[in-house]
């Protein structure tokens, strides 16, 4: 008995030191390739800093931050921000990161949204037919739809969701 609660201590005693010691790397990752620009704390560096007048994105902010799913983040590091239509300062570190590496930068990005009601990106599921997203953002969408009836019609609908 006595074997087993020293067992169950050491692992009650590892299994944080490990789950830290990954949250480090993270954070670490993410000073390394990121912070540079985006600051230590996600809000980005002044203008001043950075050398170039585009503002840049804050992480804390949480509307900002969680409404991406984390592929399309993934896309952006990986492949700069023009890939999303973003400003090209923002670099592709697709041959200087490995994608385990960007995914645990991203996960340290995701710590910087301290609220918890808001959802993440992933609930933006696609639209179908009949009904809108599940999480709206500020976004354009066009609707094309082609009548083939007696009457051949061509009918596109442009609508702004904010």
Not at 13 to 42: R, T, W
Not at 58 to 66: L, M, N, Q, V
Not at 95 to 123: N, S, V
Not at 124 to 137: C, D, Q, V
Request: aromatic share 12%.
């Amino acid at each position: 008995m006595k074997q087993k609660f020293e067992l169950l201590f050491l692992m009650l005693l590892i299994i944080p030191m490990f789950l830290s010691a990954q949250v480090n790397i993270n954070e670490k990752l993410y000073i390394n390739a990121c912070a540079s620009c985006h600051g230590i704390d996600g809000k980005g560096k002044a203008e001043a800093e950075v050398a170039f007048d585009i503002p840049l994105p804050d992480f804390t902010d949480c509307e900002f931050a969680s409404r991406e799913p984390d592929p399309d983040w993934y896309a952006v590091a990986h492949e700069g921000g023009t890939v999303r239509a973003f400003d090209r300062m923002m670099p592709a570190f697709g041959e200087a990161l490995t994608e385990e590496e960007m995914y645990k930068i991203l996960t340290h990005i995701r710590t910087f949204c301290e609220d918890k009601r808001w959802p993440r990106g992933e609930f933006n599921l696609p639209r179908p037919l009949f009904t809108e997203k599940a999480f709206p953002e500020d976004e354009a969408v066009l609707t094309v739809d082609y009548n083939s009836g007696e009457q051949k019609a061509v009918e596109a609908e442009f609508l702004y969701e904010k």
